[in-house]
């Protein structure tokens, strides 16, 4: 069991400075500023089943979410919920080696329910309608894993870099570090010409086997929780003709995610070492606020346009980190046995704030007896997400936002997304298909693309809708870096598979 001990506000400085600048943590702090910036537009089975282009349509609950204004389209009560099963599959590449990995999920999508508010007599203002619910905007569970041999380098390497320039005294200082991590678990040590200089206690280079495998590596990466926004929300009818609606959204943000990587000389072919495992995990919480403003106008009895508005979203956050780095060695200290080591510089607390960018989404569609088509545009600026970080006067955490700021600005890309969709109408039965491609800000990532078909049955006071969704993308990870020698990525190729079921009762 890895010993914990209590440290004080410089020593969580020193942690969570590690964590951030590791290579693992500082992709994954960008990762969440995209995470929280590309959200689901829908989660109902039709919006869903159209590929959410749901803009200038209403009369369906994700309207609740999407656009306010087509609350204003009810012309009854109703209460609905959306249970769901995701799939999640994960193909990696590392080093011409594949893996295939899997998870998957039970969820609830949405549930909610629209008061119907009749206003009667001549006013103009034929309904005012209000809206109460929850609705996921995006699911994290999933799981991720890479294995392969290596004999170029080692995570040992990017120990020793962080390690170089510094005495041991002052490694020792710096407990939370992962240089004083593998000083401390016997992975690296003094070379002996220089008392700032190191090179590792395993024999890295030399393959005793002959058949040059060297150590296998892997990793499990493994995200869960859920991203989900509670909202309150009025749409009016004026006249049948123009439909406009607002809504205060309560977004509740849950996430954790774990990287658990191994190097093991599972071949014999590196002196002394036996194991190494680095843990990463993190837990983060958030809630926060936005506002949202939509219309729809009829333009003609076939034809609607619809605009909403989601302001940025500020959220307040508590994260929780723990870093744990384990080696078994043989031969050391003592020649003949085999020794365990076990570090970790405790837990770690974290508290920001986060300003996310806002969505503009514009949306046109057909109608007739026979169905619809629409499609939808949206925008997304992603450069305009800024963080402001709890620093306690600590000049490491103060430079860290900064820099973080400066490379979200730099590096992320606003993104314009597309989604089209159409509906079929056979008596009571409804045939769906849609499209949707939400395009990655970064470089690291792929273009999400994702397809549907889906149906349904309406009766009078009931009914069903289900969709079926496959969504892909892929994705590169560099497991460290090092200054001196190419890193060869991890490449990713993601699959979602989607099951959602609406059912709705009106009163």
Not at 163 to 186: C, E, F, M, P
Not at 257 to 277: A, F, S
Not at 344 to 364: D, Q, W
């Amino acid at each position: 069991m890895p010993f914990l001990f209590n440290v004080n506000m410089r020593y969580i400085s020193i942690i969570l400075v590690s964590l951030l600048f590791s290579v693992n943590l500082i992709a994954q702090t960008i990762e969440e500023a995209i995470r929280l910036s590309n959200t689901n537009v829908g989660a109902t089975a039709r919006v869903l089943g159209v590929g959410g282009a749901f803009t200038s349509l209403g009369a369906d609950f994700s309207s609740n979410y999407l656009n306010p204004a087509g609350i204003g389209m009810y012309r009854s009560s109703e209460y609905n919920i959306s249970p769901g099963f995701q799939i999640f599959n994960a193909n990696s590449t590392y080093r011409g080696n594949a893996e295939k990995i899997g998870k998957n999920n039970f969820n609830i999508g949405q549930f909610g329910m629209v008061i119907n508010r009749d206003r009667g007599g001549k006013s103009k203002i034929k309904t005012i309608n209000y809206g109460i619910g929850v609705n996921r905007t995006n699911n994290y569970n999933q799981t991720q894993y890479y294995e392969a041999f290596n004999n170029e380098h080692s995570i040992a390497d990017f120990f020793i870099e962080d390690a170089n320039g510094n005495t041991v005294s002052d490694i020792n200082a710096s407990q939370g570090s992962y240089a004083n991590l593998a000083l401390s678990t016997g992975i690296i040590r003094p070379t002996g010409v220089s008392p700032t200089l190191y090179n590792s206690t395993l024999n890295f280079t030399e393959d005793t086997s002959g058949v040059d495998l060297g150590l296998l590596q892997s990793e499990t990466i493994t995200s869960e929780r859920a991203f989900d926004s509670f909202n309150l929300s009025f749409g009016a009818n004026y006249n049948d003709k123009l439909y406009f609606g607002a809504s205060v959204g309560l977004p509740n943000y849950r996430f954790s995610k774990q990287y658990d990587y191994y190097e093991n000389d599972t071949e014999g072919n590196v002196p002394q070492l036996t194991e190494i495992n680095l843990y990463i995990a993190e837990t983060t919480d958030a809630a926060g606020v936005n506002l949202s403003f939509g219309g729809i106008y009829r333009a003609t009895d076939n034809i609607r346009v619809g605009l909403s508005f989601q302001s940025p979203t500020v959220l307040s956050f508590e994260s929780n980190f723990q870093l744990l780095l384990i080696s078994v060695i043989e031969d050391y200290p003592n020649p003949g046995e085999l020794s365990e080591f076990s570090q970790t510089p405790g837990e770690g607390l974290l508290l920001y704030t986060a300003r996310t960018p806002m969505h503009i989404n514009f949306g046109v569609s057909y109608l007739n007896r026979k169905g619809f088509l629409s499609a939808d545009v949206e925008y997304v600026p992603h450069k305009n997400t800024i963080y402001t970080i709890e620093d306690n006067g600590i000049q490491e955490i103060i430079d860290y936002q900064n820099d973080l700021n400066n490379q979200i600005t730099s590096d992320l890309s606003n993104t314009i997304n597309l989604r089209i969709g159409g509906e079929c109408v056979i008596e009571k039965f409804r045939l769906r298909a849609g499209y949707n491609i939400q395009q990655s800000p970064t470089a690291l990532k792929s273009a999400k693309q994702t397809f549907s078909l889906g149906g349904g049955i309406r009766g009078n006071s009931i009914y069903a809708d289900v969709v079926g969704l496959y969504g892909i993308y892929n994705e590169s990870y560099l497991p460290y870096t090092l200054s001196n020698q190419t890193v060869e990525s991890v490449e990713f190729k993601n699959s979602i598979i989607n099951i959602v079921s609406t059912i709705g009762l009106k009163f």
